[in-house]
């Protein structure tokens, strides 16, 4: 592949796009609210699309298509688990949230939630939510860097580490100069550069298939028998645990932060209507795009070496071969669009859990604006090259972990903001309690227990939602000004709620 092409050229225009939305949001950054919670100002359009793309990475183009085309229909039953959880999540906890974190003191971060929505006096539930984000959240943000780097060297023939530099510098620009605003608003533009690219490829891929004298689903199944199947081997704990994806949203720090963000409860049923609308027709192009791989390759056998060697590239190699170069760079740029909008929310989460929950609570507490902004973007900084040093050894087995990841999240952090926003005699012990038995539980039953087949977040999400209510209901009911400001965030939510169904 030559220096220069069309594909090259077309990145270069969207990084350098992407820089510019980030400038543009710098001046419209005035505060630290601002830097890492846009002023909870985002509409129902940029709420809903940026919560979608900070949630799919590179996994949606890649992961996803690439297990439909080696094990067929089968593979689906994680984004059923993803839809059903995406849209409880939406219903169960946005609106709420965004009312109990402005009440809770304008809280600006989760473990600044869960610090006031409990009186934690002594700010330990702040220390110990802060340091699983970060701990969870630099490994993420590593594996996030490897997989813009080993897009560049697929498509790019680049060397690794120029790669992995040129990858995360881009992303580094327009989280450290703009913030919030400019994350959520390229990643309102990612989101629709996904979604384009996923209805087209499998548009184009059934029509180049040739033989459509006979149903595809035939096809397929005389080339990769059970492919049709959704059920085929699967026992009914494999489907549980691939639907049980779903339980990690609830607890998912950089998708509950859009949440924060909305400009109102009011804003929150369309932002849930237009983010489980792009979801579905994402979910469904990338299974498509699978599915109807096995077809397009197996008619063309001569042309399939790449991705039968390895699945995960169907989705590049169909975009390379049926389309235009400069078409095929706008597509291919969806790829990077899925791990740039991820990788730079997690950023902004560590960013800001640094600077207001450990930088401004323990060491500057009456730190100016301006200066908690710069904070932030050192904080960016610092977390990157962490993140790089880990991505820096691709083969490293610290990345391993970000397979349960998600995980550790959605059991840490699930039980205890769904309870935190229902139950008003959950106590602070409860919560630290359940949080730190959701993560253990992951991380032991990962290491000794994965021949089980169930997938870790069951367990932990189990373990912890018991501990809650156990521990909570032993120790002394949480004081009056914890239940009134409880009572307080409800009585609000359902005053908007009302008003938005009477049409105000």
């Keep these: 592949m030559s220096q220069f092409n069309p594909t090259l050229i077309t990145f270069i225009f969207y990084i350098v796009a992407m820089i510019g939305i980030g400038l543009y949001a710098y001046k419209a950054t005035t505060n630290f609210d601002d830097y890492i919670l846009g002023g909870r100002s985002l509409g129902s359009v940029v709420t809903a699309l940026s919560a979608g793309a900070s949630d799919m990475s590179g996994w949606l183009l890649m992961g996803l298509p690439g297990a439909i085309y080696l094990s067929g229909l089968s593979e689906a039953w994680i984004a059923v688990g993803l839809i059903i959880g995406a849209w409880l999540n939406w219903l169960l906890v946005a609106g709420r949230l965004r009312v109990h974190t402005e009440v809770q003191h304008n809280a600006l971060t989760l473990p600044d939630y869960f610090t006031s929505r409990f009186g934690d006096k002594q700010k330990v ?56 605003l400019a994350i959520s608003w390229t990643d309102t533009f990612q989101a629709g550069l996904m979604i384009f690219a996923l209805l087209l490829a499998p548009i184009m891929t059934y029509l180049a298939i040739g033989d459509h004298t006979q149903d595809v689903s035939v096809m397929v199944e005389s080339i990769r028998p059970l492919a049709n199947n959704i059920l085929s081997d699967l ?3 494999a489907i ?34 237009i983010g489980m609308t792009w979801m579905i027709l994402c979910l469904g ?57 991820t990788l730079s929310c997690q950023l902004l989460v560590c960013s800001s859990t640094l600077t207001e929950d450990l930088y401004k609570a323990f060491l500057r507490k009456n730190a100016s604006q301006n200066e908690l902004v710069w904070i932030g973007r050192l904080m960016v900084l610092v977390v990157a090259v962490l993140a790089l040093s880990l991505a820096h050894n691709p083969e490293s087995k610290v990345l391993g972990l970000v397979a349960y990841a998600w995980a550790g999240f959605g059991a840490a952090f699930g039980p205890l903001v769904i309870l935190s926003l229902f139950w008003k005699r959950m106590t602070l012990n409860g919560a630290i309690v359940g949080m730190i038995v959701g993560a253990v539980t992951v991380i032991l039953w990962k290491n000794s227990f994965a021949d089980t087949g169930i997938y870790e977040i069951i367990p932990g999400f189990i373990f912890s939602l018991i501990s809650i209510v156990v521990i909570s209901l032993l120790g002394k009911a949480p004081s009056k000004d914890v239940t009134d400001r409880f009572d307080q965030a409800n009585a609000l939510y359902e005053k908007e709620m009302q008003e938005l169904k009477a049409g105000k």
């Design 125 to 180: 539930i702040r220390i110990i939510s802060a340091v699983v984000i970060l701990i969870f959240f630099a490994i993420y943000c590593a594996s996030g860097m490897v997989a813009g780097a080993r897009l560049f060297e697929s498509l790019f023939r680049w060397d690794y580490t120029t790669a992995l530099w040129i990858g995360a510098i881009a992303t580094i620009s327009y989280v450290c100069i703009g913030g919030f």
């Design 235 to 237: 026992s009914m704990v």
């Design 240 to 273: 549980l645990s691939s639907m049980a994806w779903g339980l990690g949203y609830f607890g998912q720090p950089h998708i509950l932060i859009r949440f924060m963000a909305a400009d109102s409860v009011k804003s929150i049923p369309a932002a849930r209507r």
């Design 285 to 341: 192009g990338a299974v498509s795009v699978g599915y109807l791989g096995i077809a397009y390759f197996g008619a063309h056998p001569e042309i399939g070496a790449v991705v039968n060697a390895n699945p995960e590239t169907v989705f590049m190699e169909i975009t390379k071969i049926l389309f235009n170069p400069w078409i095929a760079g706008i597509i291919l740029a969806a790829i990077l669009a899925a791990v740039m909008s």
